[in-house]
């Protein structure tokens, strides 16, 4: 009797090899870049959005792109608020879980808010 073997299609074995090759990059994938912080655009003397919902630990970056109006982020409750800007980036993390106030110290009207919850 002969023995039972695998063939790939067309009559080809499979090549442990590529098989090797494509479970590597498969986990590479898996460990890329962390991810993205959630996003705030300083736009029109507004925050956008107006809440945001975060992760405690997770990172927030501030867009600011209001066509050369300067504003700040003050968040209370946080260290290293945005200096006074009209363009660029600023990141914060939210280390623990709470409702922050977010304003601008030029706009009164520029309030939001990040509600951070505990990790799952």
């Known amino acids: ?20 090759v494509a479970a590597v990059a498969l986990l590479v994938t898996g460990c890329g870049s962390p991810p993205e912080p959630a996003r705030v655009t300083v736009r029109n003397v507004a925050f956008d959005p107006r809440e945001l919902h975060v992760v405690a630990g997770d990172e927030v970056a501030w867009f600011f792109d209001d066509g050369g109006t300067y504003h700040d982020v ?14 660029g980036e600023h990141r914060m993390v939210f280390p623990e879980p709470g409702i922050y106030r977010v304003t601008c110290s030029i706009h009164p009207q520029m309030v939001g808010s990040v509600v951070v919850r505990p990790p799952a």
Do not use: Q
């Open 1 to 20: 009797m002969r023995p039972v073997t695998r063939r790939g299609r067309a009559g080809t074995s499979p090549n442990p090899v590529l098989a090797s």
């Open 74 to 87: 003050v968040v209370e409750g946080l260290d290293g608020n945005a200096g006074f800007r009209a363009e």
